[in-house]
Antibody, heavy 122, light 112 residues
Framework: QITLKESGPTLVKPTQTLTLTCTFS??????????VGWIRQPPGKALEWLGI???????RYSRSMKSRLTITKDTSKNQVVLSMPDVDPVDTAAYYC??????????????WGQGILVTVSS | QSALTQPASVSGSPGQSVTISCTGT?????????VSWYQQHPNKAPRLMIY???KRPSGVSSRFSGSKSGNTASLTISGLQAEDEADYYC????????????FGGGTKLTVL
């Protein structure tokens, strides 16, 4: 059974760094063709892809977030960490992690975490 | 282009079929078959419904089907049921030069 779960703060002050952890089970990030992606969704708005980390530690980021986002993995702990410095109220959103299947390219997100709603407010 | 284009809303009566379009460009949907569709009920996580244009994951009803023509992908839901009422998002790989992965703006499906 494949599961993912996001954890971290639900309230962050502007200019602080947001750090979210995705803890997963049922698959390994040592497996070729597997990755974990981060997607967010502001309240009432559409999904926005943020970034992906792959089994080989290759990382890809959204162009709009590239300068702000860092994604790392701890394969032994089955965890992926997203770090976003200098947050702003516009970063208020539900943040999801999801398993990515790579088939010559990032092909689809087949299993998703439940999401964590992060509010940026002073 | 920062997002794939979807209609804001579609509707249909129980038993009918509806199609949701997802329009991209020649550098994303038009070139790659890495197109997927997600269903999202209110306050729930998205669920994969279609991947690689037309493939259905295990457990997804055969009432859901996907296709692509040129720069536009489509999701068709036949035999509409009340439980199909949800938001639907398309997603595509975009070649990785300037944009890597992008989602559509989402379509609200209402079952009348």
């Amino acid at each position: 059974q494949i599961t993912l779960k996001e954890s971290g703060p639900t309230l962050v002050k502007p200019t602080q760094t947001l750090t979210l952890t995705c803890t997963f089970s049922g698959f390994s990030l040592r497996t070729t063709g597997v990755g974990v992606g981060w997607i967010r969704q502001p309240p009432g708005k559409a999904l926005e892809w943020l970034g992906i980390i792959y089994w080989d530690d290759d990382k890809r980021y959204s162009r709009s977030m590239k300068s702000r986002l860092t994604i790392t993995k701890d394969t032994s702990k089955n965890q992926v960490v997203l770090s976003m410095p200098d947050v702003d109220p516009v970063d208020t959103a539900a943040y999801y992690c999801a398993r990515v299947m790579w088939n010559g390219a990032p092909s689809y997100f087949d299993f998703w975490g439940q999401g964590i709603l992060v509010t940026v407010s002073s | 282009q920062s997002a794939l284009t979807q209609p804001a809303s579609v509707s249909g009566s129980p038993g009918q079929s509806v199609t949701i379009s997802c329009t991209g460009t020649s550098i994303d949907v038009g070139t790659y078959n890495h197109v997927s569709w997600y269903q999202q009920h209110p306050n729930k996580a998205p669920r994969l419904m279609i991947y690689e244009v037309y493939k259905r994951p295990s457990g997804v009803s055969s009432r859901f089907s996907g296709s692509k023509s040129g720069n536009t992908a489509s999701l068709t839901i036949s035999g509409l049921q009340a439980e199909d009422e949800a938001d639907y998002y398309c997603c595509s790989y975009a070649g990785g030069v300037t944009i890597y992965v992008m989602f559509g703006g989402g379509t609200k499906l209402t079952v009348l």
